[in-house]
């Protein structure tokens, strides 16, 4: 395992130059167009995909990087073009996350390639966890999978909503519960296939910001997938109920389910994402500060402003260190005894809210216009506070794992 460093290595930095230069030129200039459009930028995507960025290769290179520095890395500059355009080239990677975190080998080999498809037919995917009334609280969750054994068929029925990708995926993985009895912990994962009778989209979410990535609802009437969809197999999940069902019974600790294992080793990837949103508003306001005058002179000779500029790249250099160290960790096999994930992406995602707000401040009316980028970077800001675990559940996931007591 290699030591932790703060310096990418040569093969490191241009990996993130060639990256910066694909959101410099691609997705910069496309971005105000496709969150006007509010659509999936399939053209973007594609392009991604022929330049190798949008591949199963590509992702896996950065997911395995030993310094478990390479998929923060990718997620900063991508997003820092724009977080919209950015979610719907590493959406996917949410459902590939969910399926390497519970799969088995064949399963990885068989779905994760089918997720992006080729540069000439991308497909994406989609994960599906959150409900009308189960975010967060993920024991509330109501989609039920029942196994029909006759046919060795799990029978899906529910609503999943908030899906990134949600009904336009090639391939959709679904977190379902199998045994009401036992809350959070009676869950598990399936693959639903491409074009799986009973899946259909709902409604589609027009919303405040990452416009250009597709949000829906996912309707599961009575769609059958053959068993070998369960996510970690049959016998694997018997035995891990078998043991959730004697620890509940003992009061024992608590087992981990299929949708919190996938956000546990997805955390610092939010993080890094609002970091390349927060660091590309702060370059705005600093580029604007040095050439807008005002009185006379530059309005970053005023302390008012430069004082909010040193404070801001402060913050995204510590929201980097925090997501580093995260990664590292995940990647070093060190186990998160502080919620290290959660605190990365807890910090990351308020200084995100925080730096955008200040840059629409710097820029004053300027700011608050669509031409200037710094106020589509502040409605995107706004979602790093919420998917994938709000502020909230990330201070109680900290809490309880400091205390050790059941903070509610």
């Not at 589609?204 to 996510?231: M, Q, W």
Request: proline share 4%; hydrophobic share 40%.
């Amino acid at each position: 395992m290699a030591e932790f460093t703060f310096e990418l290595n040569d093969d490191q930095k241009q990996v993130r130059d060639w990256l910066h230069g694909f959101a410099k030129d691609v997705i910069r200039p496309a971005a105000s167009e496709w969150d006007e459009r509010e659509e999936t930028p399939w053209p973007i995507i594609q392009e991604a995909a022929k330049v190798g960025i949008y591949s199963l290769d590509f992702y896996a290179q950065q997911f395995f990087d030993p310094t478990g520095l390479g998929i923060p890395m990718t997620m900063e500059e991508l997003f820092w073009g724009d977080a919209g355009i950015a979610l719907s080239i590493v959406g996917t990677g949410l459902a590939a996350v969910g399926v390497l975190a519970n799969g088995t080998e064949e399963q990885i080999g068989t779905w994760i390639p089918q997720m992006y498809g080729d540069p000439g037919d991308v497909k994406v995917a989609a994960f599906c966890s959150s409900e009308p009334d189960a975010g967060s609280d993920v024991a509330a969750m109501r989609t039920r999978a029942v196994y029909d054994r006759a046919k060795d068929e799990w029978v899906l029925n529910g609503t999943k909503t908030w899906a990134t990708n949600g009904g336009i995926a090639n391939v959709h993985v679904v977190v379902a519960v199998v045994d009401p009895e036992l809350g959070s912990k009676g869950h598990a994962s399936f693959i639903v296939p491409p074009g799986t009778p009973g899946l259909s989209q709902g409604q589609k979410f027009k919303k405040h910001g990452i416009r250009a990535s597709h949000t829906a609802e996912v309707v599961l009437e009575d769609v059958r997938v053959p068993g070998s969809c369960l996510l970690g197999g049959k016998e694997k999940l018997d035995e891990r109920l078998a043991r959730a069902r004697e620890k509940a019974r003992a009061g024992g600790e608590r087992v981990k389910n299929a949708a919190m294992a996938t956000f546990e080793a997805s955390r610092p990837a939010v993080g890094a994402m609002a970091v390349g949103t927060a660091r590309a508003a702060y370059e705005v306001a600093l580029d604007y500060a040095r050439t807008r005058v005002q009185f006379g002179r530059p309005i970053i000779d005023n302390q008012g402003v430069a004082f909010q500029l040193a404070d801001m790249r402060t913050q995204i250099d510590a929201a980097r260190l925090l997501v580093w160290r995260a990664s590292w960790m995940a990647t070093a096999g060190k186990p998160f005894t502080s919620a290290e994930g959660s605190m990365s992406k807890l910090y990351a995602s308020e200084v995100a809210k925080k730096v955008t707000a200040q840059a629409v401040q710097i820029l004053g009316g300027n700011g608050f216009t669509r031409e200037y980028p710094v106020e589509r970077m502040h409605r995107d800001s706004a979602i790093y506070t919420i998917f994938e675990g709000t502020s909230e559940v990330q201070r109680l996931v900290i809490a309880r794992t400091l205390s050790g007591m059941p903070i509610r």
